[in-house]
Nanobody
Framework: QVHLVESGGGLVQSGGSLRLSCAAS????????MGWYRQAPGKQRELVAT???????NYADSVKGRFTISRDNAKNTVYLQMNSLKPEDTAVYYC???????????????WGQGTQVTVSS
């Protein structure tokens, strides 16, 4: 079993910053892509950013230039630095990771439990 635990959410004023962390633990042989998604009330979950093991990144247009995704492969951890936050960034943020467990040849996508980010105007 694999667990993803997020931390770092909270309440911040518009223009402020937050840093989210997500640590993967459990039965892990290797991790492929890691990423962050978010879901606002009444909306579908949407991609925020992803990062490959090589460090190659991909961002939603709405966060480009404001958010930075990074990872520490030795710690099986992914981060999301969020700057210049706007009220429309308010959502529950979920991390995910594509994990290959020992003895398996398949990568399975796991999700964290989510962390609330609220940006006040």
């Amino acid at each position: 079993q694999v667990h993803l635990v997020e931390s770092g959410g909270g309440l911040v004023q518009s223009g402020g910053s937050l840093r989210l962390s997500c640590a993967a633990s459990g039965s892990i042989f290797s991790i492929n892509a890691m990423g962050w998604y978010r879901q606002a009330p009444g909306k579908q979950r949407e991609l925020v950013a992803t990062i490959a093991p090589s460090g190659r990144t991909n961002y939603a247009d709405s966060v480009k230039g404001r958010f930075t995704i990074s990872r520490d492969n030795a710690k099986n951890t992914v981060y999301l630095q969020m700057n210049s936050l706007k009220p429309e960034d308010t959502a529950v943020y979920y991390c995910n990771a594509e994990v290959r467990s020992p003895g398996s040849y398949a990568y399975i996508k796991y999700w964290g439990q989510g962390t609330q980010v609220t940006v006040s105007s």
